[in-house]
């Protein structure tokens, strides 16, 4: 990969986008992870204003931490950078308090750690409105076209994606050359959504650069018979989740009327 080149190019497609879009800048969600980081250190190369939000539901304090010590770094090294924190642990509590009970806990753990993602992109987009910013999208290419791995209308739900046709180790690349913090780029890949520490690989069960490997012999027309062991193992992976997960890939199904049904009787 052309590191510089790949670089330059995203940030003059947001500069244009914005521009031509007639907004003022982005808005991105900070989690202390890699892709937010990348997303929004390129978002700020633009010269564009930049919002970063920190929105904690219950959140370790290492991913916490890790958030606001990226934002005091892009403040340091971009102008028209500006930050605020929006704690929507109570929010969270609130909704959980007033929706019904339900028997057994564990039954409805996907469907709150989805929800928070909800709650944040809901945020996200009530500033945007009223500072006229775009929300960019911190989805790479293996969760956005591969295994599908986001929250529908949560973390999915953006104004555009920056940095969706990068597999993740390109975009850990992408985070060397711009000197994105070390403690960043060496933490373990979570999406922060179940208020402990589990990973993406734990939740997944492959790693990244195991799921790119599927992605390429999927691409390929493979099948699981053409491999054994560990290979199989995680080809399957890819394909029960690109398959569960399809739904988010493709657009939303429309019910098209046939012709005849809408001519006037």
Known sequence: MHTEKVVDYIVNWLKDYATNAGVNGFIIGISGGID????????????????????????????????????????????????????????FDNLIEALPSVDNEEER???????????????????????????????NKVEDFG???????????VDLSPIADLLKTEVYTIAEYLGINKEIIEAAPTDGLWGDDRTDEDQIGASYPELEWAMKMDSEGKTSEDFTDREQTVF??????????????????????????????
């Open 36 to 91: 937010s980081a990348v997303t929004s250190t390129l978002c700020a190369k633009t010269g564009l204003n930049l919002m970063c939000v920190e929105m904690p539901i219950h959140q370790a304090d290492s991913q916490v931490s890790r958030a606001m010590n990226h934002i005091t770094w892009l403040k340091s090294n971009f102008n028209q950078v500006e930050m605020t924190q929006v704690n929507l642990t109570p929010v």
């Open 147 to 157: 295994i599908g791995f986001y929250t529908k209308y949560g973390d999915g739900g």
């Open 236 to 265: 399957n992976i890819y394909k029960r989740y690109n398959s569960s997960n399809k739904h988010k890939m493709i657009p939303i199904p429309i019910c098209e009327i046939p012709n005849n049904l809408l001519k006037p009787l």
């Open 109 to 139: 753990f996907m469907s709150l750690a989805n929800t928070r993602a909800r709650l944040r992109m809901t945020t996200l987009y009530y500033f945007a409105a009223l500072e006229k910013l775009l929300v960019a999208g911190t989805g």
